[in-house]
């Protein structure tokens, strides 16, 4: 799987839209862009994912570049409860036994009052 | 949505014991099942991955034969850490294979005193 990278910190102003980048330069043409987070001692949950096309859920928005080399994670009404830890990670989507996640460092974001 | 049951969420044991984390596909049935191992302040790092009525395979560096992980259905996976010490407190999470993605248990807190 491609390898990501992300800013170590972040921070942003409640009610703020947060907006997180991620570079995966070697992206191939079958991986898709996933987005999960990860709050104090619990398990990763997950926010996005997209192939090539922005993507909109109730939780984000997902912006990935024309060339895919990069994406935004858009949290648009940023509130106290989404400071955690944001993973991007590119893998191959479906069940595949061969697609596991590797998960990189992440981007720490921190929602200030 | 594809729901992951762990538990425990927290466990005490003493040195030299053994302990069992189970992790359930409640409304999927998961082919796959990944076991990740979180220090703190660390990213999560793949231990093995679990392929129903098969057996796992681990990653580079994680004894099998500490970490003894059974998939014996398509929505049961269990880690048993054996002979637990000190060392092996952590916090351990298992992930599903999903349509989507991956969805994640909400982590076993382990200490070993």
């Known amino acids: 799987d491609a390898k990501t990278t992300q800013p170590t910190s972040m921070d942003c102003a409640e009610g703020r839209a947060a907006n997180l980048p991620c570079n995966h330069s070697t992206i191939s043409g079958n991986e898709y862009v996933y987005w999960y987070r990860q709050i104090h001692s619990q398990g990763p949950q997950y926010i996005i994912h997209g192939l090539k096309n922005n993507e909109t859920n109730e939780m984000a928005s997902l912006i990935i570049t024309e060339d895919r080399k990069s994406s935004t994670l858009i949290l648009p009404h940023a509130t106290l409860r989404d400071t955690a830890v944001y993973y991007c990670?590119?893998?191959?989507?479906?069940?595949?036994?061969?697609?596991?996640?590797?998960f990189g460092s992440g981007t720490r974001l921190s929602i200030r009052p | 949505g594809a729901v992951v049951s762990q538990h425990p969420s927290r466990v005490i044991c003493k040195s030299g014991t053994s302990v069992k984390i189970e992790c359930r596909s409640l409304d999927f049935q998961a082919t796959t099942m990944f076991w990740y191992r979180q220090f703190p302040k660390q990213s999560l790092m793949l231990m093995a991955t679990s392929n129903e009525g098969s057996k796992a395979t681990y990653e580079q560096g994680v004894e099998k034969d500490k970490f003894l992980i059974n998939h014996a259905s398509l929505t049961l996976s269990t880690l048993t850490v054996t002979s637990a010490h000190p060392e092996d407190s952590s916090f351990y999470i298992c992930g599903g294979s999903a349509d989507y993605g991956y969805t994640f248990g909400s982590g076993t807190r382990l200490t070993v005193v």
């Open positions: 990670i590119v893998r191959v989507a479906g069940r595949s036994s061969a697609s596991k996640i590797i």
